[in-house]
C-alpha cells in the first residue's frame, strides 16, 4: 500500500511523535511518502520518503493547492493521512484538482470540538474521549501505540528519585506538581524533562527554596532510560487526549501515579491516581514514599500489559481501517 502522511511542525508533542511512530513502523512494509517540515526529517526512518512542504501557505490559494494535487497524482497514493484540519483542508481542496482522488483519514489527537471532520472520509479518534467529541458519521477508535526500547540504567541522584516527563506546561500540571512537591515530608530529587518555556517555572522553584531539589533538563531522546532509573513518574496532566507520556511511565518507570485524564482513566487503579490539587498529590507522594514496595506491586499489573500497546498493534489497526475505506470507495 502506497500511504501519503502529512503533518504540519509546530514543535513536537505527542501528535508529532505518534505520526512519526505510526509511519516508521508501517514503512516496514508499506511504501510511505511524509510531508511536513524539515525539523522532523532525522526522526524518520530512512526507508521513508520525505518531501518538504510548507503547510503554512494559505489553504485556499488555488495555485498552491494545484501544485499540492499535482504532487499528489504523481505519487498515486492509495491513501492520504492527516493529523490536524488544516492538513486536512489542504489535502480535500487539493483533491479537487487531482486526477485521482484518494481517500482521506484524519486522526484527531485532541479534545477540542473541531469544525471541517467531515472533510474527511474517516475520522480516528485516539482514545474513547476523543471519539465522543467527534460528530461525523464515519469515525474509529485507535489508540495510540508505543516501541518499546529496552532501557539502560543511568547514574541517579542518592535521594528518592521523581520524574515529570511531558511538555513543560500548566496543562501538563507543572505547577500543580511544584506546588504539592513543596508540601512533601521526605528528602527527594524531582527532574522535569520535556519541551517548554521553563523560566517561570524555575523562577518559582527558587522562590519555594526548591532549587536544590527540583531541576528541569528540557527535552531528551532517551527518556525512558531516565524512567527506568527513577523511583517514580509522576502524571499530574490537567488535560490528555490519549497522553503518550503516559506509555512512557508504564513501559519503563518502576511506579506511576497520574491524574484521572487520557490513557491513565482506563489503564490505572484507584490506589494511583492524584486529583488535582496539591495536598492529595503531597498527601499520596509522602504514602508511596513510606510504603514503596507495596505500590510498586500494585503498578506491577499495569506494567503487564505494555504489549497491548505496542506500535506494531497500532500500525496494523490503521493498515486495517485503511484497506476497508479502500473496499468502500471501489464499491
Excluded: W
Amino acid at each position: 500500500m502506497k500511504i501519503l502522511n502529512t503533518l504540519q511542525y509546530k514543535q513536537f508533542g505527542g501528535l508529532e511523535k505518534l505520526s512519526i511512530l505510526l509511519c516508521n513502523e508501517l514503512c516496514k512494509e508499506h511504501e510511505i511518502y511524509f510531508l511536513s517540515d524539515l525539523a522532523i526529517k532525522d526522526y524518520l526512518s530512512k526507508d521513508i520518503n520525505f518531501i518538504n512542504f510548507n503547510f503554512n501557505k494559505n489553504r485556499y490559494n488555488p495555485f498552491f493547492l494545484k501544485k499540492t494535487a499535482n504532487m499528489i497524482d504523481e505519487i498515486s497514493p492509495d491513501i492520504l493521512q492527516t493529523h490536524n484540519i488544516k492538513e486536512l483542508q489542504i489535502l480535500n481542496y487539493a483533491r479537487k484538482f487531482s486526477k485521482q482522488k484518494p481517500p482521506i483519514v484524519n486522526t484527531k489527537h485532541s479534545l477540542e470540538r473541531k469544525k471541517y471532520l467531515n472533510l474527511a472520509d474517516l475520522v480516528v479518534g485516539v482514545s474513547s474521549g476523543v471519539c465522543e467529541t467527534i460528530q461525523v458519521d464515519k469515525k474509529i477508535l485507535i489508540e495510540n501505540g508505543y516501541p518499546f526500547i529496552t532501557p539502560k540504567k543511568l547514574s541517579r541522584p542518592h535521594k528518592f528519585y521523581i520524574t515529570f516527563a511531558n511538555r513543560i506546561c500548566d496543562a501538563k500540571g507543572v505547577t500543580l506538581l511544584i506546588e504539592a512537591l513543596n508540601l512533601v515530608k521526605f528528602d527527594y530529587e524531582c527532574h522535569f524533562f520535556g519541551y517548554g518555556d521553563s523560566k517561570i517555572y524555575e523562577e518559582k522553584v527558587k522562590n519555594l527554596g526548591l532549587q536544590d531539589k527540583i531541576k528541569f533538563k528540557g527535552f531528551v531522546k532517551n527518556i525512558g532510560d531516565y524512567l527506568y532509573s527513577c523511583d517514580l513518574n509522576v502524571m499530574p496532566s490537567l488535560n490528555e487526549a490519549f497522553g503518550l507520556s503516559s506509555l512512557d511511565g508504564v513501559f519503563y518507570a518502576p511506579l506511576m501515579i497520574a491524574t484521572r485524564r487520557g490513557i491513565c482513566e482506563t489503564i490505572m487503579p484507584n490506589e494511583l491516581i492524584i486529583e488535582e490539587n496539591p495536598q492529595f498529590i503531597a498527601h499520596k507522594l509522602d504514602e508511596i514514599h513510606a510504603n514503596y514496595d507495596k505500590f510498586v506491586q500494585i503498578f506491577a499489573p499495569i506494567k503487564a500489559k505494555k504489549d497491548e500497546f505496542s506500535v506494531a498493534k497500532m500500525a496494523q489497526k490503521y493498515i486495517n481501517a485503511y484497506e476497508n475505506l479502500i473496499k468502500d470507495f471501489k464499491k
